[in-house]
């Protein structure tokens, strides 16, 4: 039987391959962007399966992606933050379980809500449009350009968009601590104190009015963050009511 850490550690296994990886994958975007024109973003970042870049490994691939340096900084850092304790309290095996779950929920998710607009969208085009956007739309995108055709615009963004980050599985790892340490404060800013309660339901709260307000000018996956805390909150719940949190 797996058994959970004997003692307390600052950098568990998990969480200290994750950042490895992580920081691997973040290296290699950039080495091998300026080195060999190899764009990993588009190769390994998330695209709706009816896009023509869709590959069934993205699901996974895109959650090891960053798009930036503060992009993968304020992920790592949370994920550390947050995740330490639980690793050391759940043991590294069900700490592993639960980031890969709440990961790939948050993905399903994002993929649901973002092929429920586009699907709107799609309606509003003619089978010539439509033609066009399958064959041309992603190659445009990746000139930096875009069809006048607000429409099609609109389609071709939702359709040949990658998504990349550990986002989702952070935010799922937030509710934990939420969940497991409800009176626990964090300090906002390194000053303001707030109960981890309060500080998940309200940043959970705020994240589903963004996506429901669906700002066009945002390239920031809403749904995947709520879809990471609703993942979370069920599995611990299924975990909690079956007795085996911490097996």
Do not use: C
Request: hydrophobic residues 45%; without cysteine.
């Amino acid at each position: 039987m797996y058994q959970r850490p004997q003692k307390f550690s600052l950098l568990p296994e998990v969480i200290k391959n994750l950042l490895i990886i992580n920081g691997l994958f973040f290296v290699a975007t950039f080495a091998l962007g300026s080195s060999f024109g190899l764009d990993l973003v588009r190769s390994l970042g998330l695209y709706q399966p009816m896009s023509s870049q869709f590959e069934p490994y993205q699901i996974v691939s895109h959650m090891f992606m960053h798009g930036g340096l503060t992009h993968i900084f304020f992920n790592m850092f949370a994920l550390w933050m947050f995740g330490y304790t639980l690793e050391n309290l759940w043991g590294s095996k069900r700490f592993l379980i639960y980031y890969l779950i709440t990961g790939l929920g948050a993905a399903a998710l994002h993929l649901g809500v973002s092929y429920w607009e586009l699907s709107g969208v799609l309606d509003q085009l003619n089978s010539s449009q439509m033609r066009t956007l399958m064959n041309e739309g992603a190659q445009i995108l990746q000139n930096g350009r875009n069809y006048t055709n607000p429409n099609m615009a609109q389609a071709n963004l939702l359709l040949n968009t990658p998504t990349v980050g550990a986002s989702g599985a952070v935010f799922g790892i937030l509710l934990a601590f939420g969940m497991t340490f409800p009176n626990q404060y964090i300090y906002i800013y390194f000053a303001l104190p707030v109960k981890a309660k309060y500080f998940v339901a309200i940043y959970g709260a705020l994240e589903l009015f963004s996506g429901v307000m669906n700002n066009q000018g945002s390239n920031v996956a809403h749904f995947a963050h709520v879809g990471g805390m609703l993942f979370g909150y069920l599995l611990i719940r299924y975990w909690r009511r079956h007795g085996s949190l911490y097996q």
